[in-house]
């Protein structure tokens, strides 16, 4: 599993969304750390670079929902928002539903296509020489480093 990682100010920012609409976050592996070692209703500690990105958004205006199967249990529901008040966060609204406002989701097992084109959008699976070279962008601080290179294989293999 990757070490949490520091994230700077920059990498934050980008990609720069409009205030207009809402953008999903989901919980479980996103905004929440999870593994085999939680209990199915426990919520895992937080994934710092994603939180700090969800703080921006909201501190920056953003309309910010956790996107998340949990949503309609009113159990799951009262515990997600006591989570977000650990974090500091506002009473985030809790949704497992799409509309048209939604301008981007975040989710670990979504995967991204380019629109009308069906071409996924993905980080190749990384060799050693890779995740050495992620370990030592980590330590440097490099997170929107490896975010590029990742982004580059992806179109030179499709
Ligand atoms: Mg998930």
Request: glycine share 8%; hydrophobic share 40%; aromatic share 6%.
């Amino acid at each position: 599993m990757l070490e949490q990682q520091e994230i700077d100010k920059e990498t934050i920012k980008i990609p720069k969304y409009p205030r207009k609409g809402w953008i999903g976050v989901d919980l479980d592996g996103t905004l929440a750390r999870t593994d085999t070692t939680l209990h199915p209703l426990q919520i895992g500690p937080a994934v710092l670079p994603m939180l700090k990105r969800v703080r921006y958004w909201v501190k920056t205006g953003r309309t910010v929902k956790i996107f998340t199967a949990r949503a309609g249990d009113p159990g799951s529901e009262r515990m997600i928002h006591q989570w977000c008040e650990r974090h500091g966060l506002p009473r985030l609204e809790i949704t497992n539903r799409k509309d048209h406002q939604m301008i981007a989701l975040w989710d670990d097992r979504a995967v991204g296509v380019l629109r009308n084109a069906g071409v996924p959008v993905v980080p190749l699976p990384m060799g050693l020489w890779q995740i050495v070279r992620l370990r030592l962008s980590q330590m440097l601080g490099g997170s929107a480093l490896v975010q590029h290179e990742c982004c580059r294989q992806s179109l030179e293999q499709g």
